[in-house]
């Protein structure tokens, strides 16, 4: 289950672009400060690059998390269903009088 730009919502994707743009703005400024006297202090650009990388980082990390539970949450879903679905199917065919041991397995991964 792969997740592309395309499949996300625009509350994504506009918290994508933005600690994107944040990220590399943050860098561009403290790379400009380093090369050409702004004649701003040194503690301003670096408090900015740090901003710039707190935000990217939360952004990236909660969205990374969230896509992350949510995938193992629906894989832990599907596992249930079919472990339910596979029971059902014994326990009609114990009532029949057919063997269990002629069920296929049938345990699929992702």
Partial sequence: MKITF??????EKLAIIS???????GWVLTGMAAFVPLLLSEQSI?????????????VFGVSMY????????KREIDRH???????????????KG???EEIPETDEED
């Fill in 66 to 73: 969230f896509n992350a539970e949510s995938r193992n949450m």
């Fill in 46 to 58: 670096l408090w900015i690059l740090g901003q710039a990388m707190t935000y990217s980082a939360a």
């Fill in 6 to 11: 395309k499949d996300l919502n625009i509350k």
């Fill in 19 to 25: 600690a994107c743009a944040a990220f590399i703005m």
């Fill in 98 to 100: 057919v063997d269990v």
């Fill in 81 to 95: 269903i079919a472990h339910t679905e596979r029971m059902l199917i014994e326990r009609e065919k114990l009532r």
